[in-house]
């Protein structure tokens, strides 16, 4: 059963690689929650050739970040399709601007943010599982071939459509995306200090049940097995 007093309002902050993706294909199932991931919308919309993704796609294929103002627009109307319910980000926002935007969006919306979650996972693992990372690129779901393989190589498990390997995880362009987060990640926290709390691992495994304690105690939600459409 859920117990929803408090719908979630998370935000999940983390290098690239730290499992931001993976923690919220969990969450989404214990909670029911919304996943808006900044990165999958943006690599739907590059794939899909929409005006954003035109945009974007110099930015993204250098492991550079796109220019706030598209971020901004892309996910308020994301939120606004959300609705009332539970929901996270993912990837975004990524630099003050973009926090200072958000904040704006919810103070209208009225859906003030209850946690934010900064994952702390070693630089040094998060290389390998790059390399090593398959993704659903219309769904975004993700796959490592050394410890969570597809069910049948190369396919998602759900659709059975292809998977693919993200253009932006090779060494060069990763050491890039790696850098920018170096810059931003400090006052990005910092922005959040009153909310924030840093659960730390070396695995998905190790950090997601930090993570399911904290929305338990601090929102009062329990888990249980839930579908959502997003
Ligand atoms: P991971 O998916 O492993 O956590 P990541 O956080 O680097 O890695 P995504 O969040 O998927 O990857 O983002 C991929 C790219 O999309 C970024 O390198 C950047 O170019 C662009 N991007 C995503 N979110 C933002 C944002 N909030 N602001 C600016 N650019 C963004
Ligand atoms: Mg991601």
Request: net charge neutral; glycine share 8%; aromatic share 4%.
């Amino acid at each position: 059963p859920i117990n929803a007093l408090q719908p979630l309002r998370l935000l999940l902050l983390g290098s690239p690689g730290s499992g931001k993706g993976t923690q919220s294909e969990r969450l989404k199932t214990n909670f029911g929650v919304s996943h808006l991931s900044s990165g999958d919308l943006l690599r739907k919309n590059i794939n899909q050739h929409s005006v954003i993704g035109q945009q974007a796609a110099d930015f993204v294929a250098q492991g550079k970040l796109v220019p706030d103002n598209l971020l901004v627009s892309l996910v308020d109307r994301e939120l606004a399709q959300v609705g009332g319910g539970n929901w996270l980000l993912d990837g975004f926002p990524r630099t003050v601007k973009q926090a200072q935007a958000l904040d704006k969006t919810l103070d209208r919306l009225m859906q003030p943010l209850n946690l934010v979650i900064n994952l702390e996972v070693p630089e040094e693992v998060i290389l390998g599982r790059i390399m090593d990372r398959w993704v659903h690129i219309p769904s975004g779901r993700v796959y490592n071939l050394s410890y969570n393989p597809p069910r049948v190589h190369g396919l998602d498990d759900i659709t059975g459509e292809p998977l693919s390997k993200r253009p932006d995880d090779c060494p060069d362009v990763f050491r890039v995306r790696m850098q920018q987060h170096k810059v931003m990640a400090d006052p990005l926290l910092n922005h959040y200090s009153k909310v924030a709390i840093t659960v730390q691992g070396n695995t998905s495994d190790e950090i997601y049940p930090q993570i399911e304690r904290e929305i338990v105690n601090r929102l009062g939600l329990l888990p249980g097995a839930h579908t959502t459409s997003t």
